[in-house]
């Protein structure tokens, strides 16, 4: 079955730092890829989506994530983060022709201090 | 605003009770998921809704049931409550049959089991 991994459940940042969070899926065949991102108190939202072709894209606010096949990997990343980014981030996965479900990770908890 | 509404957002209830979780989609959205986050087990995908009819099933227990009705709202029904199954519950949309686009999330029910 598909699954989705994130390695860092929390992760703590000075503003300006660089962020990456990391995003590995089980699945060998065709997925599309996305983030989400819940702020604290609010819905979750999108914050890229991967479906085919350049393999980095760019999302909403300064973040980017980068598709390596080979790793079955979709990292975000953000060259420097701001308070304002302090939010649970969750890597999302849906196996094209498999469960056709959108599978989350278990997400990551970014803390941007000031 | 995501244009999913969900209701309520709290609700506090007893052991062995049962209660309702309700979800009005996007306007013209006609798949209807439900979600339920716990601290544990991170963001589970319950169930799926398209158009009226069960499209796909994740991890939902016996004991919870879920409905679409021909106005597209949907009902996830929660019985013989268990003081795990205090969560928060996510109801998300989307305009396609399958999860391969996006999906907009309601802000979530809290249920709060004692």
């Known amino acids: 079955a598909q699954s989705v991994s994130q390695h860092n459940h929390h992760v703590i940042l000075s503003e300006a730092a660089s962020l990456e969070l990391g995003c590995n899926y089980s699945y060998g065949g065709t997925v599309n890829l996305f983030w989400y991102v819940q702020y604290p108190g609010q819905h979750l939202q999108l914050l890229l989506k991967y479906f085919s072709g350049d393999p980095l894209v760019k999302g909403i606010k300064g973040f980017e994530a980068e598709f390596i096949k080979s790793k079955f990997s979709f990292n975000l990343r953000k060259p420097s983060v701001q308070w304002s980014d302090t939010a649970e981030y969750f890597c999302?996965?849906?196996?094209?022709?498999?469960?056709?479900?959108?599978?989350f990770g278990t997400g990551t908890l970014l803390a941007v201090q000031p | 605003d995501s244009g999913v509404t969900q209701t309520p957002k709290h609700l506090i209830t007893a052991t062995g009770q049962r209660v309702t979780l309700r979800c009005s989609p996007r306007s013209g959205d006609l798949s209807v998921y439900w979600y339920q986050q716990s601290l544990d087990q991170g963001l589970q995908f319950l169930i799926q809704y398209y158009n009226g009819e069960e499209r796909a099933k994740g991890n939902i227990l016996e004991r919870f049931s879920a409905q679409q009705f021909p106005d597209l709202h949907s009902e996830l029904n929660l019985s013989s409550l268990e003081l795990g199954d205090s969560a928060l519950y996510f109801c998300?949309?989307?305009?396609?049959?399958?999860?391969?686009?996006?999906?907009?999330f309601g802000e979530g029910s809290r249920l709060t089991v004692l």
């Open positions: 999302a996965v849906n196996a094209l022709g498999a469960t056709n479900k959108l599978i």
């Open positions: 998300a949309s989307s305009v396609s049959r399958t999860a391969v686009g996006e999906l907009f």
